[in-house]
């Protein structure tokens, strides 16, 4: 300290304050020394500092790209479902599966295919495979599917003139298109005046078995008769064989004064209605009138011995 300076009085006396350190030479090359305090500039060709430094080897700049997580699962289920839709679609009454599964597996055939396209997944064949197989299962389900709605929802009609063309009578026979025939018989007096018994016979003459999912309308001069006024009487048989004959028996209320009656009937819903017209039993159990007395006797006696 010379002295034109003075004393730092924090400090004490005889103790010198440390030296500063000189600042850092620049290798061979360098542009100059650095000035007191700054960052000196970093060697051309030597790895970044970072707060990595001393802690082994640098990490790589800049960073390689992250591989994406290949999404393949889509492709394979496209596959998986293409392949199980051409395995039913053949079938006839499993034709609407095929059909679904063909459908699902076009669907994800397109989006695994795109996801391919895209890098994030690595099964395109996988993908477009399922795709195809898909499409051509949809394609055969939806012909077969077509041809069983067509099928099922087809309604045989009346082949006879008898029940179509006119109204029927008791006793014709109403033949259907398949060949299963109905007749019906003469209407029968219930159980009392106001209810009559109605018999179908039903002629199975067709190949296969006949359900009766049956139904039965009356009309009294063109009004139907409210349902609960038709009954079908239990214990008729459910299906009938090939060959075989089932006579089923519907109960019928009527209004007072009828006298005719127009009857609509069909064996189950995939049949068309066969049309009658039948006359009511001129007289019904408790429509015939008392017996009259005999002259020769008190009421309520006979003659006969």
Same mark, same amino acid.
């Given at each position: 300290?010379?002295?034109?300076?003075?004393?730092?009085?924090?400090?004490?006396?005889?103790?010198?304050?440390?030296?500063?350190?000189?600042?850092?030479?620049?290798?061979?090359?360098?542009?100059?020394?650095?000035?007191?305090?700054?960052?000196?500039?970093?060697?051309?060709?030597?790895?970044?500092?970072?707060?990595?430094?001393?802690?082994?080897?640098?990490?790589?700049?800049?960073?390689? /790209? =992250?591989? @994406?997580?290949?999404?393949?699962?889509?492709?394979? %289920? &496209? !596959? $998986?479902?293409? #392949? *199980?839709?051409?395995?039913?679609?053949?079938?006839?009454?499993?034709?609407?599966?095929?059909?679904?599964?063909?459908?699902?597996?076009?669907?994800?055939?397109?989006?695994?295919?795109?996801?391919?396209?895209?890098?994030?997944?690595?099964?395109? /064949? =996988?993908? @477009?495979?399922?795709?195809?197989?898909?499409?051509? %299962? &949809? !394609? $055969?389900?939806? #012909? *077969?599917?077509?041809?069983?709605?067509?099928?099922?929802?087809?309604?045989?009609?009346?082949?006879?003139?008898?029940?179509?063309?006119?109204?029927?009578?008791?006793?014709?026979?109403?033949?259907?298109?398949?060949?299963?025939?109905?007749?019906?018989?003469?209407?029968?007096?219930?159980?009392?005046?106001?209810?009559?018994?109605?018999? $179908?016979?039903?002629?199975?003459?067709?190949?296969?078995?006949?359900?009766?999912?049956?139904?039965?309308?009356?009309?009294?001069?063109?009004?139907?008769?409210?349902?609960?006024?038709?009954?079908?009487?239990?214990?008729?048989?459910?299906?009938?064989?090939?060959?075989?004959?089932?006579?089923?028996?519907?109960?019928?209320?009527?209004?007072?004064?009828?006298?005719?009656?127009?009857?609509?009937?069909?064996?189950?819903?995939?049949?068309?209605?066969?049309?009658?017209?039948?006359?009511?039993?001129?007289?019904?159990?408790?429509?015939?009138?008392?017996?009259?007395?005999?002259?020769?006797?008190?009421?309520?006696?006979?003659?006969?011995?």
């Amino acid at each position: 300290m010379t002295t034109d300076q003075q004393p730092d009085p924090s400090r004490l006396s005889g103790v010198e304050p440390p030296a500063t350190p000189p600042p850092p030479s620049l290798p061979a090359g360098g542009r100059g020394t650095p000035l007191p305090g700054s960052v000196p500039a970093w060697p051309a060709g030597a790895p970044a500092p970072g707060p990595w430094a001393g802690y082994g080897a640098p990490l790589p700049w800049p960073p390689p /790209p =992250v591989p @994406l997580r290949q999404r393949n699962g889509t492709g394979v %289920a &496209a !596959l $998986v479902l293409g #392949v *199980l839709g051409a395995s039913v679609c053949w079938t006839y009454f499993l034709s609407p599966l095929g059909l679904a599964l063909g459908a699902l597996a076009v669907a994800f055939g397109l989006i695994g295919s795109g996801r391919a396209k895209r890098g994030a997944a690595s099964n395109r /064949p =996988v993908a @477009l495979g399922g795709l195809w197989t898909g499409a051509g %299962a &949809a !394609l $055969v389900g939806a #012909v *077969l599917t077509t041809l069983l709605l067509v099928d099922v929802l087809r309604v045989t009609e009346v082949d006879s003139a008898a029940g179509s063309d006119y109204l029927a009578e008791p006793g014709d026979e109403v033949v259907f298109a398949d060949g299963l025939v109905v007749t019906l018989a003469r209407p029968r007096p219930g159980g009392t005046a106001h209810e009559v018994l109605l018999t $179908v016979t039903v002629d199975n003459r067709t190949d296969g078995f006949v359900t009766l999912d049956d139904e039965l309308r009356a009309l009294d001069d063109g009004e139907m008769l409210p349902r609960d006024y038709v009954a079908r009487v239990p214990g008729a048989a459910g299906e009938v064989a090939p060959g075989e004959v089932a006579e089923v028996e519907y109960r019928v209320s009527l209004d007072p004064g009828m006298t005719a009656l127009a009857v609509d009937y069909r064996p189950a819903d995939a049949y068309a209605w066969g049309y009658w017209f039948v006359f009511l039993p001129a007289e019904r159990e408790s429509e015939r009138p008392p017996a009259e007395p005999d002259d020769e006797g008190p009421p309520g006696t006979s003659l006969d011995v």
